[in-house]
């Protein structure tokens, strides 16, 4: 399964939410099922940007988001976040 989040920040914050955004990532490399994930920045809208994640299934994804390491990191993300479905299933 793939987890994609999107998010609108501002360039002047740009730095700092890439700094978060990669704790968030490093704490959820350690959880079961965590296949891989990445950063990505639109080249045509600096301001957005993708975090992509890859599961062995839901399962794994959604007690991934509730441990509380992964909590708090996600936590100073989430006043950026686009509010839309993020989860898909290969096909």
């Given amino acids: 399964m793939i987890?994609?989040?999107?998010?609108t920040v501002p360039a002047e914050e740009a730095e700092s939410f890439?700094?978060?955004a990669r704790s968030v990532l490093t704490a959820l490399e350690t959880m079961p099922g965590h296949d891989g994930g990445r950063l990505a920045r639109a080249m045509d809208d600096?301001?957005?940007w993708l975090m992509i994640t890859e599961w062995e299934g839901a399962g794994f994804y959604r007690r991934a988001l509730s441990n509380f390491e992964v909590r708090m990191a996600i936590l100073p993300l989430m006043t950026y976040m686009i509010n839309e479905p993020g989860a898909y299933e290969p096909v």
Avoid: P, S
Wanted: proline fraction near 0%.
């Fill in 3 to 7: 987890a994609v989040t999107r998010f």
């Fill in 18 to 20: 890439t700094g978060q």
């Fill in 46 to 48: 600096q301001d957005l």
